[in-house]
T-cell receptor, first 115, second 114 residues
Framework: GAVVSQHPSWVICKSGTSVKIECRSL??????MFWYRQFPKQSLMLMAT?????????EQGVEKDKFLINHASLTLSTLTVTSAHPEDSSFYIC???????????FGSGTRLTVV | GQQLNQSPQSMFIQEGEDVSMNCTSS?????WLWYKQDPGEGPVLLIA?????ELTSNGRLTAQFGITRKDSFLNISASIPSDVGIYFC??????????????FGKGTHLIIQP
C-alpha cells in the first residue's frame, strides 16, 4: 500500500515554456502533499506544501508565481513550472503520507531538463 | 531554518562490513526518518522513529532516535552489494498547524567494494 505515482518521469522543454508535473496518491487520500527539488549530488529541498482545496504554502526563496501548485482533489497535486529556464533543470519529487502512517511515501521523481 | 548535519558524506567499505552513519540537528524533531535513494528514483523509507530514545530494527538495519531529539543514527550490519546507494536522514516537526515537510540531511553515499 501507500503508493505515490508521479508523471512524467522525465521531460525536456524549451526555455520559456511551461511544464506540468502530476503527483497522485494511488491507494490513499492525501489532504497534504509536499514538493521537493533535488539538484545533482545534493539533498532534497522542500519547495512547498500542497493543501487540498486551499492555497499552497511555499518555503522561503521559492517563487510561488513560477512554481504553481494545484491540489484540486484528495489524490492529485500538480506542480507547473512556468516560463522555465535552464536553471530550473532539476529532479522534482513529490511525497504524501497516509493518515495511518507517519512515514512519507515519495514518488519516483521527474527529471526536468530545460534547453 | 532547521539544518541537519549528516556524516559521513561517503563511505567505501568491503562487502560484509558493518556501516554506521548519523545525523545531528540544531533543533528538535518529532519524527526521524531514514531513506535510501537509488539513482533517478525517489527516496524509499527504511525506518521511521517516533519517540526519543526509540531503537528500531528492520532486517539488517537498526536506527535510534536520540534522547535529546536532535540526533539519530543508522547502522547496517553485514553489508551486501545491493546496499549501495545514498542514504538520507530526515526530520519532521509538527507545528501548530500540522505536520511540516521533511528536512533532509545531505546524504551518505555508500560504496561497497566486493
Amino acid at each position: 500500500g501507500a503508493v505515490v505515482s508521479q508523471h512524467p518521469s522525465w521531460v525536456i522543454c524549451k526555455s520559456g515554456t511551461s511544464v506540468k508535473i502530476e503527483c497522485r496518491s494511488l491507494d490513499f487520500q492525501a489532504t497534504t502533499m509536499f514538493w521537493y527539488r533535488q539538484f545533482p549530488k545534493q539533498s532534497l529541498m522542500l519547495m512547498a506544501t500542497s493543501n487540498e482545496g486551499s492555497k499552497a504554502t511555499y518555503e522561503q526563496g521559492v517563487e510561488k508565481d513560477k512554481f504553481l501548485i494545484n491540489h484540486a482533489s484528495l489524490t492529485l497535486s500538480t506542480l507547473t513550472v512556468t516560463s522555465a529556464h535552464p536553471e530550473d533543470s532539476s529532479f522534482y519529487i513529490c511525497s504524501a503520507r497516509p493518515s495511518t502512517s507517519y512515514g512519507y511515501t515519495f514518488g519516483s521523481g521527474t527529471r526536468l531538463t530545460v534547453v | 531554518g532547521q539544518q541537519l548535519n549528516q556524516s559521513p558524506q561517503s563511505m567505501f567499505i568491503q562487502e560484509g562490513e558493518d556501516v554506521s552513519m548519523n545525523c545531528t540537528s540544531s533543533s528538535i524533531f518529532n519524527t526521524w526518518l531514514w531513506y535510501k535513494q537509488d539513482p533517478g528514483e525517489g527516496p524509499v523509507l527504511l525506518i521511521a522513529l517516533y519517540k526519543a530514545g526509540e531503537l528500531t530494527s528492520n532486517g539488517r538495519l537498526t536506527a535510534q532516535f536520540g534522547i535529546t531529539r536532535k540526533d539519530s543514527f543508522l547502522n547496517i550490519s553485514a553489508s551486501i552489494p545491493s546496499d549501495v546507494g545514498i542514504y538520507f536522514c530526515a526530520g519532521q516537526y509538527y507545528s501548530g498547524g500540522g505536520a511540516d515537510g521533511l528536512t533532509f540531511g545531505k546524504g551518505t553515499h555508500l560504496i561497497i567494494q566486493p
